[in-house]
């Protein structure tokens, strides 16, 4: 029952910021560790950036660090990533992504630790 749909996503230059939201519709979203994965044309979708329930415990892909930053907001049941300093490599397609289920740190970048997923929203950066 649980939904997750991303919105945010656009046409940017190198060096612009944009500000992507997962807004998710379930009974249980309050609890659920969340993440953003994304995927470019011909490769394997890869974490991005992922947030513990209390939202005080986040974890970032090495080639995020520093400019990424994942928060949520439970009482409005949306996740969001905060993008600055974008460059043409972080071209892909955004996926939100959920799980009902306690996920092992040492398994937080991994694909199948997550049951829910959005449709995804584009993100082009432009060199």
């Known amino acids: 029952q649980e939904q997750l749909v991303e919105s945010g996503g656009g046409l940017v230059q190198a060096g612009d910021s944009l500000r992507l939201s997962c807004a998710a519709s379930g009974r249980t979203f309050d609890t659920y560790p969340m993440a953003w994965f994304r995927q470019a044309p011909g490769k394997e979708r890869e974490f991005v950036a992922a947030?513990?329930?209390?939202?005080?415990?986040?974890s970032y892909a090495d080639s995020v660090k520093g400019r990424f930053t994942i928060s949520r907001d439970n009482a409005k049941k949306t996740l969001y990533l905060e993008m600055s300093s974008l460059k043409p490599e972080d071209t892909a397609l955004y996926y939100c992504?959920?799980?009902?289920?306690?996920?092992?740190?040492?398994?937080?970048?991994?694909?199948?630790?997550?049951?829910?997923w959005g449709q995804g929203t584009q993100v082009t950066v432009s060199s």
């Open positions: 992504a959920a799980s009902p289920n306690f996920i092992p740190a040492d398994a937080t970048t991994r694909t199948s630790s997550y049951v829910y």
């Open positions: 947030i513990r329930w209390s939202g005080s415990i986040t």
